[in-house]
């Protein structure tokens, strides 16, 4: 085992906070939504990281079908994220998620 | 510090050089390309947990898909490209705040506590394996087809959500 399981697991760590930083420092839906993706993408490292280092000795796989079953909730989290963006854009012309307030008393 | 060590710093800085770029830069459209910078990286990282299906994958979905939905989104609503948008609101401080301590705390326990790791070479032919769990009843079916109707369900809702009406 040449790289240690901690390197891994601090380079998720630091994606997730940078992702954690994006999604609630932006003004902008999208870049939200694109700080969304990079945390999911950290627990995608931290589960093949475990996969690989921990569970791969036995054989099984699961820690593989979890991260493929994270891409697809990315994915379908991604597509109905960006279609109510563009639609609230055609509404209001404007994806400032501080313009977005049609639900506030 | 062997070579795959070397390899692993490499793609941990291209990742998270990317994820910064994502979340500093103030054009949005740059920020979609360091999205794919990070997305790469973090595809590299996976070869070298050797698990080459989740790298394509991750190359196809991530880079080939979401990256391409976020540019077309970013262009179809035209003011996101006007050079005077505000990139942060009031509370970014807050958020810096929020994220640094998080990540101290997460370091701090991460490196103390050791890890049961086993040293284990990775599974031969683990695609075909992958592939055969994924439909085999007793193993992730459910799993698998829970997946497909959750696409479909996500296809049609975006569809819907963002027709002209």
Redesign the interface.
């Known amino acids: 085992?040449?790289?240690?399981?901690?390197?891994?697991?601090?380079?998720a760590?630091?994606?997730?906070?940078?992702?954690?930083?994006?999604a609630?420092?932006?003004?902008?839906a999208?870049?939200v939504?694109?700080?969304v993706?990079?945390m999911l993408?950290s627990v995608?490292?931290n589960l093949?990281?475990f996969?690989?280092?921990?569970e791969?000795?036995s054989?099984t796989?699961a820690g593989?079908?979890f991260?493929?079953?994270v891409?697809?909730?990315?994915?379908?989290?991604?597509?109905?994220g960006?279609?109510?963006?563009?639609?609230v854009?055609?509404s209001r012309?404007?994806?400032d998620?501080?313009d977005i307030d049609l639900m506030k008393l | 510090m062997s070579l795959l060590q070397i390899v692993f710093i490499v793609l941990s800085a291209i990742t998270l050089i990317g994820a910064l770029g994502v979340v500093t830069n103030r054009n949005l459209f740059r920020c979609a390309l360091f999205l794919v910078l990070s997305f790469v990286g973090v595809a590299g990282l996976y070869v070298l947990l050797e698990a080459e299906f989740l790298a394509v994958v991750q190359i196809l979905v991530y880079v080939g898909a979401i990256s391409i939905l976020i540019i077309f989104a970013i262009m179809l609503s035209q003011r996101l490209m006007s050079p005077e948008f505000r990139a942060s609101n009031e509370q970014w401080i807050w958020a810096l705040v929020a994220a640094v301590a998080l990540f101290a705390i997460l370091a701090f326990i991460l490196l103390r506590v050791s890890w049961p790791t086993i040293s284990a070479p990775a599974p031969e032919n683990a695609i075909s394996a992958l592939g055969q769990a994924l439909v085999s009843p007793n193993q992730y079916l459910l799993v698998f087809e829970v997946a497909s109707v959750l696409l479909v369900v996500a296809l049609i809702g975006a569809v819907i959500i963002a027709r002209e009406r």
Do not use: D, H
């Open positions: 085992m040449q790289i240690p399981l901690s390197w891994y697991l601090i380079v760590a630091a994606l997730f906070c940078i992702g954690l930083y994006g609630l420092s932006r003004r902008n999208v870049g939504l694109m700080g993706e990079l993408n995608n490292i093949l990281a996969w690989r280092q921990v791969a000795a054989g796989l593989q079908v991260a493929i079953i891409i697809t909730v990315a994915a379908a989290e991604a597509a109905v960006l279609a109510l963006i563009i639609s854009y055609r012309k404007s994806v998620v501080e």
